[in-house]
């Protein structure tokens, strides 16, 4: 088991340092937002290129977070059927529905978002305003997202299986 564990602190690590660098991103994406209701609203002079910043900015910070927010189980669970559970029942639960769901559903996604963005790539995807930044690097970072996912998933499941051998995590 001292493989597992290692994999698990590994990609425990990961996440939860791509999450403490990537959480500042709410700064410049605060600022950018302020200065731009000052130009607009105050100057009279509105940026051509604010919005699509603002939206790739967001979409970064949003998507690249998923996994340390799973490593934090900050995403919404409905633990009304499962709070009367054992320990070791509720991870057995976990690792069935991690299985059944979570892990098919994070392959389908690393695929479809690989195809998605390789498409972008190979035409160069720019948006449609005046401002037309590329968007293929966002895309990309669909793909990195549901990878992160997916690797966290794997922490999770060995953890539960930890948790019915009696292991500590």
């Not at 590994?10 to 959480?23: M, Y």
């Not at 927010?69 to 919404?76: A, E, I, P, R």
């Not at 990878?147 to 999770?156: D, H, N, R, V």
Request: proline share 3%; aromatic share 14%; net charge positive.
């Amino acid at each position: 088991m001292k493989v597992s564990k290692k994999v698990t602190t590994t990609i425990d690590t990961v996440n939860e340092w791509n999450g403490r660098i990537f959480s500042w991103l709410i700064i410049p994406l605060v600022l950018i937002t302020v200065m731009e209701v000052i130009c607009r609203r105050f100057l009279g002079s509105p940026t051509i290129w604010s919005f699509e910043v603002l939206k790739q900015i967001y979409a970064f910070h949003f998507m690249i977070v998923a996994a340390y927010g799973l490593l934090h189980k900050s995403h919404v669970a409905i633990d009304v059927f499962t709070m009367n559970l054992s320990e070791k029942k509720q991870a057995i639960l976990d690792i069935v529905t991690y299985l059944i769901f979570f892990m098919p559903f994070s392959i389908i996604c690393v695929w479809e978002s690989y195809l998605f963005a390789a498409e972008s790539w190979a035409v160069g995807e720019r948006t449609w305003s005046v401002f037309a930044p590329i968007i293929y690097p966002i895309k990309t970072v669909v793909v990195i997202t549901f990878i992160l996912l997916f690797l966290q998933g794997i922490s999770e499941i060995i953890k539960r299986v930890l948790i019915l051998k009696g292991e500590t995590i």
